[in-house]
């Protein structure tokens, strides 16, 4: 399991690289980080900035989530970006390099991404919707050095995270 930074870590404002998704060093990175997404409770995507890693390689599993309508399964893109996206829905979200907070953020609800795959470096293309397509874009924003904090529409919408005993 790699150790998840926390925010203000620099790792997590700064824009990641883009990778050679062919090369050992990042299928290593892509199987790190679902192997660490699948051991931490309640985790549907984790991306290389917040292992530290300052790269554009994210992994991603809905499946079974209550809120996932489209599911893909279990998949890691590198490079990725959303080609269109459509239908604005504001929801709340959490982040493991964010633990103590949630906050709501409007983002699209019906996505299209094309990223690379690793190890065989093919294009991928996703289309998707509903919880699928906002931990899509949460994690391409963490490539991008952005957090859910940075997307929230300002304190209003920044919330203690709740416990539950």
Partial sequence: ??????APDPV???AGALVDPTS??????AADLLATMRI????????????GVSAKVFCVDVTGHPKARTE??????????????SRNEKAREG???????????????????RGHEPGTGAEVII?????????????IDHCEGLLFLDRAAGAH????????L
């Fill in 1 to 6: 399991m790699l150790e998840v930074v926390r």
């Fill in 24 to 29: 050992q060093q990042i299928v290593q990175l």
């Fill in 72 to 85: 893909h399964g279990t998949f890691v893109l590198c490079n990725a970006e959303v080609v269109s996206a």
């Fill in 157 to 164: 919408a920044i919330h203690p995270r709740k416990t539950y």
């Fill in 40 to 51: 931490s409770p309640g985790c549907v995507g984790l991306a290389a900035p917040q292992v």
């Fill in 127 to 139: 289309e998707t919707d509903a919880f699928e397509a906002r931990a899509l874009q949460h994690e």
């Fill in 95 to 113: 982040c493991m390099s964010v633990p103590d907070l949630t906050g709501d953020v409007k983002r699209a609800t019906r996505i299209v991404v």
């Fill in 12 to 14: 997590l404002s700064r």
